[in-house]
């Protein structure tokens, strides 16, 4: 049973502040993504990592996967208060889209001024 | 592009009565539609894998009398909760992906509430 672990569970800082979320998880696998919640809301996707080695920045966010370690991290700079949601990681164990993904438990994230 | 939908947003029915939702792909054609379900201040479970013209694969633990999942097309898929309960109130989230593509597309999601 693929297990997919995140840490930490709820995370709270101040703005401008540097932070990092990891996501672990238990077989190998060669996709893995991360997705934004607000409140009351779906899911905006957020990076797609594909393979080992992969980091991909988009503004304050930049994720990174390490397929050997079974490690993402999601890397937060300078954090403002419009980054405040829950955080995702999931994994695809199919490698093709033709699996559902197995999601951690969630990063709860408050920043505060 | 890789629009999803789902209809209805939400919906608040009596224990007993049976609640349909619909997740369409709006601009392509998915090859495979999956439903997740949301308890609140909780992560998404899989309930189920759903193929165009073929029979839905369930997640252990998921009652496929309970959850029926029609996939009639390439851009419909439809969960029938049958006889709801109040522990079926939740967040059903249906996603869609087309074969050998990066990702999902995630519909916004379905409330239900269950009284």
């Known amino acids: 049973e693929l297990k997919v672990e995140q840490n930490p569970l709820f995370l709270s800082m101040q703005e401008g502040k540097n932070y990092t979320i990891y996501c672990n998880y238990s077989?190998?696998?060669?996709?893995l993504y991360w997705y934004r919640q607000d409140p009351g809301k779906s899911l905006e996707s957020l990076f797609v990592l594909l393979s080992n080695g992969a980091v991909k920045q988009e503004g304050r966010l930049m994720a990174s996967l390490d397929t050997k370690a079974r490690l993402s991290t999601l890397h937060i700079t300078a954090a403002v208060h419009d980054l405040s949601a829950t955080y995702f990681c999931?994994?695809?164990?199919?490698?093709?889209?033709?699996?559902?993904?197995?999601f951690g438990k969630g990063t709860h994230l408050i920043i505060q001024p | 592009g890789a629009v999803v939908s789902q209809h209805p947003s939400w919906v608040i029915c009596k224990s007993g009565t049976s609640v349909k939702i619909e997740c369409r792909s709006l601009?392509?054609?998915?090859?495979?539609m999956f439903w997740y379900r949301q308890f609140p201040k909780q992560s998404l479970m899989l309930m189920a894998t759903s193929n165009e013209g073929s029979k839905a694969t369930y997640e252990q633990g998921v009652e496929k009398d309970k959850f029926l999942i029609n996939h009639a097309s390439l851009t419909l898929s439809t969960l029938t909760v049958t006889s709801a309960h109040p522990e079926d109130s939740s967040f059903y989230i249906c996603?869609?992906?087309?074969?050998?593509?990066?990702?999902?597309?995630f519909g916004p999601g379905t409330r239900l509430l269950v009284l």
């Open positions: 077989t190998t696998s060669d996709r």
């Open positions: 999931a994994v695809d164990m199919s490698g093709g889209g033709a699996d559902g993904l197995t």
């Open positions: 996603s869609a992906s087309i074969a050998g593509a990066e990702t999902q597309y």
């Open positions: 601009d392509f054609q998915a090859t495979t």
